[in-house]
């Protein structure tokens, strides 16, 4: 068997993304997203998936050229690659994460969120190589079906007018009715039985009030709220104060370990982050402060998946929960998020996942929710196949962009409706 990669391709996409609204715009009409191969000598491909904006597409390539030649099978080399490529400072030192609101940029998480895709296709690559699936390399599944949450967005019924889109039947969420109705297609279509709203686009009562009608549709089931950080820390304790008895955690209230910590002191709901806790570096200020119960792991930004089992270790040490960030993301990303989260005992909350929103995938056969859940797969690999097809005709929708939308830029997207609008400053409220 010869396990040695023989060439990486790299192929950037745009997919069709609903106009979802989030505290700082509203998100663009298509998405980037990079489709990672690893090719084996023996001519077994691996796939991976990650973010598509340009900076990791830069960082891809040269990693790309470096692990050539190594072993799928030679994980830590890989990351070894990594640590060498080296990082366009630019890309990293005091930008603002506009569209992805995933905390800390630092080169390092840079390196991590593109090596993740390449350590799932050399994962995907060895399964097939074996016969085994990506759980089983991670040390097997102890779960056969992973569940996943209703996540729930205000949204327009459509990107406004005279932007290229595609049209979507999910309707517009501007107000708790349609944000019930919105929950109440998930549910219904999905299976879901936990709901996570997209908050920090209304003011806090608006939001609190649709939180109230989804508890009232959906008596005892979990439900989360996540304006981004846009709250200070008296308006996060008053939500958490109206909203107590309903919510299983309360996520990323505001902004930053010591905002957070202070809330968590004050208020007996459980917080959950993706945004103060992204780096194993940011962790023993935040547990040791006792800023978070609940850390959303993404295996995108944490440097794959053997790296979520890490973070899940270390959160068991700390009796801090894990469970799963998601941002706009393929069916890739999901068999990945599905194959860890099957191997993480101490996952008690359903994982997030973008997924039902996208219309558009990269795969013959799309992932399927059933009851809120995915089954682990069995198949070697990830247990998922490319459709080629697919694949050139999205890779062709991001050659034909201008630029315009290869990174995403909620706040951009949002000026085509109102052009006045600049990045709301935090606390927003
Ligand atoms: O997709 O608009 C969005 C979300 O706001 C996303 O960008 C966040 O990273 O879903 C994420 C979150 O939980 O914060
Ligand atoms: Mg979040």
């Not at 809330?263 to 200020?285: D, K, S």
């Not at 050139?392 to 995403?408: C, K, N, Q």
């Amino acid at each position: 068997m010869n396990l040695a990669i023989e060439r990486v391709r790299l192929t950037p996409v745009l997919v069709a993304d609903p106009p979802l609204l989030n505290t700082q715009g509203v998100h663009q009409p298509y998405t980037p997203r990079l489709i990672v191969e690893v090719v084996t000598a023996d001519g077994i491909t691996g796939v991976g998936e990650t973010y598509g904006d340009t900076k990791y597409l830069e960082l891809a390539r040269p990693l790309a050229r470096k692990v050539t030649g190594r072993r799928v099978s030679d994980l830590n080399g890989l990351f070894r690659d990594a640590d060498e490529v080296a990082v366009d400072a630019s890309r990293v030192v005091g930008q603002a994460d506009v569209g992805g609101l995933r905390g800390v940029q630092t080169a390092g998480k840079l390196r991590l969120s593109v090596v993740s895709a390449f350590e799932v296709a050399c994962l995907d690559a060895l399964g097939k190589a074996l016969g085994l699936p990506v759980h089983a390399l991670l040390g097997g599944k102890v779960r056969d079906a992973v569940e996943y949450s209703a996540y729930l967005f205000y949204k327009w019924a459509g990107h406004p007018a005279g932007v290229p889109s595609e049209p979507d039947d999910w309707g517009a969420a501007l107000d708790p009715a349609g944000v019930v109705e919105q929950a109440r297609k998930l549910a219904g279509r999905y299976g879901f039985t936990s709901f996570k709203l997209k908050g920090g686009v209304f003011p806090p009562e608006e939001e609190i009030a649709a939180v109230r009608a989804l508890a009232g549709a959906f008596p005892g089931r979990p439900m989360r709220l996540d304006p981004n950080g846009a709250w200070s820390v008296e308006t996060s304790l008053r939500v958490a104060e109206e909203l107590g008895d309903v919510l299983e955690y309360l996520e990323d209230p505001a902004l930053g370990t010591p905002a957070m910590a202070e809330i968590a002191a004050r208020t007996g709901v459980p917080l959950a982050t993706n945004m103060c806790v992204t780096t194993f570096a940011e962790i023993p200020e935040a547990f040791t402060r006792g800023a978070v119960q609940v850390v959303l792991s993404d295996h995108h930004y944490w440097g794959g998946l053997r790296n979520t089992q890490h973070l899940a270790a270390v959160c068991r040490a700390f009796g801090v929960g894990v469970s799963m960030h998601s941002n706009t993301h393929l069916g890739i990303s999901l068999a990945a998020m599905t194959h860890v989260a099957a191997t993480v005992p101490d996952l008690h909350h359903a994982c997030d996942s973008h997924y039902p929103w996208q219309s558009e995938d990269v795969l013959t056969e799309r992932l399927v929710f059933e009851g809120g859940r995915v089954a682990v797969p069995d198949a070697p690999g990830l247990g998922v196949e490319l459709d080629r097809d697919r694949l050139a005709f999205l890779h062709r929708r991001w050659l034909d962009d201008d630029g315009a939308l290869r990174d995403r830029d909620d706040a951009a997207a949002m000026r085509a409706a109102d052009p006045a609008w600049v990045t709301p400053s935090v606390p927003r409220w």
